[in-house]
């Protein structure tokens, strides 16, 4: 458990650092090699361009050759391993759960603790969710994660982190390239991918892909086809236009969790691949983003940017009896409460950004954000017809037979209303170099957000509610050498009060302030090894306050800000050129979590460990590559170490280790032809993603992971 003041921990770790890793770099090179990660440029931590060197936070970058190694099919596959990050799903092939730094899983709602950008443009939904499978994974260059808040510079969300997933640059020359992947599962998927020039200055790229997986569980089939494209346009020696385009279809069936007894082990008679949900019951989500952003250049010294943005969504969760309940082992039934909410909307923004570097010593960025979303939002409950929505349908689990006729059940809408949200904001950040060595980061944003629902189907038809937030950010960085760099800093995130569209509805939702959070941070960065490797350690302190919980006050389901927690963390990493073709990657995420309020139906758990979140994170990978580029082979191991399952934390899920490799194969030692197999989980270890509690807050059930598999490719480049 947290201590009662954990500052003199951090404190300790903030010398250890800093008089260890000049020790451990003594050797390192005065101009670092432009292929190490240290030497890296990044633009989401201070909004603009930055090495990983010197910039005062802790950030992680997934490349493209690495998304590419590693056989990762979407975003949120690819951050699994990062530092300080944690991957899971509700049920298999749906919602997609990312953690930083123990947020995003919890709360009224999951997904809403990290801010989600793509190319800088936020991911943000009705419920103040983000959903991470929008994006055709053939247009992403990078993957930039940024861990702490980030609230000063994107506003709400950014209270673990910020995922910032950067798409390809149109190539100035005619390139394509097609793949066709296919694996456990029945998965299949092929890719496409054309780009070049269409006009003097003026370049494209457009991909595409179909995607089609049966599953590994019962009704988990999957069906997705997103689309990407992309026109630059220089328009002059100091101006820049870029359009882009992205469309994402997706039908995904929906599995019913696996029922788990109290002590989270499996229900005896049930296999982890079974499901009883409605047969039909599907997550469908449409999408379209369309953006255009305008780069200028006034001087040597001063820049503009202004990026425009349209999104429109439109989302149904047909019959979801994903969420079980009632296990009766005797009888061997359970019962379903399916549930059907759905969601459309349309989404308008631009972002400007003034950006002005006098000198080598002084950069200053001013900018302000507004987005406007218009929908609807709708929710349904199907039950036995002549009963009401609070009438289970019953499965019997052992022969898989519904004891509810499936031919008369009705259908209730329970909630169908409008729904407008605006944001505003205006933000402004100060780096100064005061000495060769020392420097100061200074910032801070003023976010606005006025929120209105409108319901015909409730007693109070209209709700309206806003709220004001100032975020402050302040960090220092000291160069000890040109290859050794550590900061401290002092940031702050917030989510917005109101939860999903139909929770701002409850009692006490139009006087709540937002949740709050203040993370206090040490680090340090060594480019070592003469520039062939980067080690990075840091420690923080992140403080959340004012979290949304709904209480019974008077008899009434009452929102109020009363919950708060404490996290205390170290991450470690490094990267190695080993020589030879050998590279080598690692590291290490230890997270204690403490409640220092929460209330749940009438009990309390102040002092208790959050649940769902591991104390021990771990990653490792070692690659080869010959000298004539034909072949390379790779191994990566990722670890997640014992977490509680239950809030008085009496039930514990064992950790586990997925053991993957790959290998790939270039006939010609190039990119015109590259054959790819890759397998997971190759030990075909048992474990348990995360749990689901009942009213009782009892183990319900969970998300077992996916068994060993494997995906084989085929690219063609010319």
Do not use: C
């Amino acid at each position: 458990m947290i201590r009662a003041n954990s500052f003199p921990s951090l404190l300790a770790v903030a010398t250890v650092l800093t008089f260890a890793f000049p020790a451990l770099a003594q050797e390192a090179a005065e101009d670092g090699s432009s292929d190490n990660p240290a030497r890296t440029i990044v633009v989401t931590a201070d909004r603009g361009e930055r090495e990983i060197l010197d910039t005062p936070a802790a950030i992680s970058l997934v490349t493209r050759e690495e998304i590419e190694q590693q056989g990762a099919q979407s975003v949120v596959e690819a951050l699994q391993g990062e530092p300080g990050v944690r991957i899971s799903y509700y049920t298999e092939g749906n919602f997609p759960i990312i953690q930083v730094r123990s947020a995003g899983d919890g709360g009224q709602f999951q997904n809403t603790d990290v801010l989600l950008l793509i190319d800088g443009i936020p991911q943000v939904n009705l419920n103040d969710q983000v959903f991470y499978d929008q994006l055709a994974f053939e247009a992403v260059d990078r993957i930039e994660v940024v861990r702490g808040p980030t609230s000063a510079l994107y506003g709400r969300n950014g209270v673990g982190g910020t995922i910032n997933v950067i798409t390809r640059e149109a190539p100035d020359e005619l390139t394509a390239s097609a793949t066709l992947t296919g694996g456990s599962f029945g998965f299949i998927e092929p890719r496409l991918t054309v780009g070049g020039p269409v006009a003097d200055g003026v370049n494209f790229l457009v991909t595409g892909s179909y995607q089609s997986v049966d599953g590994w569980r019962d009704q988990t089939e999957r069906e997705a086809v997103d689309l990407f494209a992309k026109l630059q346009a220089d328009l002059g020696p100091n101006t820049d236009l870029t359009f882009s385009a992205i469309y994402f279809d997706l039908q995904q069936e929906v599995a019913t969790i696996q029922p788990l007894l109290p002590d989270a082990t499996p229900v005896p008679g049930i296999d982890v691949t079974d499901s009883f949900n409605i047969p039909g019951a599907e997550s469908r989500n449409e999408s379209l983003q369309i953006a255009a952003t305008l780069t200028h250049s006034f001087n040597d010294t001063l820049s503009f940017q202004l990026p425009v943005y349209y999104r429109e969504t439109d989302r149904i969760l047909d019959n979801d009896g994903s969420f079980i309940d009632n296990i009766n082992t005797v009888d061997q039934t359970f019962d379903l409460f399916p549930f059907s909410p759905t969601a459309t909307e349309e989404i308008f923004g631009f972002r400007p950004q003034l950006t002005w570097e006098p000198s080598d010593t002084l950069q200053l960025i001013v900018g302000g954000d507004y987005e406007i979303n218009n929908g609807t939002a709708g929710a349904s409950n199907t039950f036995p017809a002549g009963t009401n929505f609070f009438t289970p349908i019953t499965v019997n689990y052992a022969t898989g037979e519904f004891l509810t006729d499936l031919n008369d059940l009705e259908v209730l809408t329970r909630r169908d209303g409008d729904f407008r949200s605006e944001v505003y904001a205006v933000f402004a950040q100060a780096r100064v170099q005061i000495t060769e060595q020392l420097g100061v980061t200074v910032g801070g944003r003023y976010d606005r957000q006025e929120r209105r629902l409108e319901d015909q189907l409730r007693p109070n038809p209209l709700v309206e509610a806003e709220y004001d937030r100032f975020t402050p950010r302040i960090a220092l960085d000291y160069a000890f050498t040109d290859d050794v760099t550590a900061y401290a800093s002092y940031s702050e995130g917030f989510n917005p009060p109101f939860g999903g569209a139909f929770a701002f509805e409850r009692a006490g939702a139009d006087a709540l302030e937002p949740e709050v959070a203040r993370n206090y941070e040490v680090g340090v960065k060594a480019n070592v090894a003469d520039g062939r490797g980067f080690l990075g350690a840091s420690a923080f302190i992140l403080e959340r306050r004012d979290l949304v919980q709904t209480l019974r006050l008077d008899g009434v389901n009452t929102q109020i800000n009363a919950g708060g927690l404490d996290v205390f963390g170290l991450e470690f990493e490094g990267n190695f050129d080993l020589g030879g073709g050998f590279s080598a990657n690692a590291n290490y995420t230890y997270t204690d979590t403490e409640w220092q309020e929460f209330t749940i139906r009438g009990t309390r758990f102040a002092g208790f460990e959050v649940i769902q979140t591991p104390n021990h994170l771990g990653s490792v990978a070692l690659d080869w590559q010959s000298a004539d580029g034909k072949f390379e082979l790779g191994t990566w191991i990722d670890y997640v170490g014992d977490r509680f399952a239950t809030l008085d934390n009496t039930v514990e899920l064992d950790s586990y280790t997925l053991v993957n490799a790959g290998a790939a194969y270039r006939p010609w030692g190039d990119n015109r032809l590259t054959l790819r197999i890759q397998g997971f989980n190759l030990l075909d270890e048992d474990y348990l993603l995360r749990t689901e509690l009942d009213f009782g807050q009892n183990v319900l059930g969970g998300s077992p992971g996916r068994p060993a598999s494997v995906l084989a490719s085929i690219n063609v480049q010319i």
